[in-house]
């Protein structure tokens, strides 16, 4: 078990205890996140729904089963990425989390993203958008990936919005298909960065995530 698996064990069995705010006071099993934690990738959505809230895994029932479509659109599977929320528990009857609770949960997210450290960040919906594109709307950038600090962020519509707009369907699996790009763009990055003798340790994104000779872990964690 390497080092980023254990942490994120660990922090999992916080998020599972946690009562920072009161969408603990309703949850049945906290959602904390799952998959790959040496994902190039990672996926934020909003919160978890429903079954989510039963199972204690992230994008399951319709929506889920649609995202995992479009990861397939992208050339992956859902076990080379990682997908979390910006809140880890079910806001009551699905409603908007509330500033309080997304600050709450945030210090969470944070060290999520620090112990994945992906290439790319995929916000589904407005309010993970809200964390990098605080004055746009999700219709008039999605698809549209921007480096910030060293990363590629590319907003997304959530997969939950074709269900209800059956016409954003072929935009969002386009989105999607435009993945592998923007990950071999910011590797070709790094890649020249590194050959211009610039220090890799001073790159947010680190020139290998792992030992190439070791294999992928994933963590799932419907247990927490």
Do not use: W
Request: hydrophobic share 35%; net charge negative; glycine share 8%.
């Amino acid at each position: 078990m390497n080092e980023s698996f254990e942490k994120m064990t660990r922090l999992a069995e916080e998020v599972s205890v946690c009562q920072n705010c009161q969408l603990h006071l309703s949850r049945k099993k906290s959602v904390p996140g799952e998959g790959n934690v040496q994902s190039k990738i990672l996926f934020i959505g909003e919160g978890p729904g429903m079954h989510e809230n039963e199972t204690g895994r992230p994008f399951v029932g319709q929506a889920g089963n649609f995202l995992n479509e479009l990861i397939g659109a992208a050339g992956l599977k859902r076990t080379d990425v990682f997908i979390t929320n910006v809140v880890k528990c079910r806001p009551p009857s699905n409603r908007d989390p509330l500033p309080e609770e997304l600050q709450a949960c945030s210090a969470f997210l944070e060290r999520q993203i620090e112990i994945i450290n992906p290439l790319v960040i995929v916000t589904l919906g407005r309010f993970s958008m809200a964390r990098y594109f605080p004055m746009e709307r999700v219709s008039g950038i999605h698809g549209k990936g921007r480096l910030i600090d060293g990363r590629m962020i590319v907003p997304m519509f959530h997969p939950a919005a074709a269900l209800h707009q059956p016409n954003l369907r072929s935009s969002i699996l386009h989105d999607f298909s435009l993945l592998p790009s923007y990950i071999e763009q910011i590797e070709e990055q790094q890649y020249a960065e590194i050959n211009e003798g610039s220090d890799p340790a001073e790159n947010p994104v680190e020139s290998a995530k792992e030992d190439p000779g070791e294999p992928a872990e994933s963590v799932q964690l419907p247990l927490f």
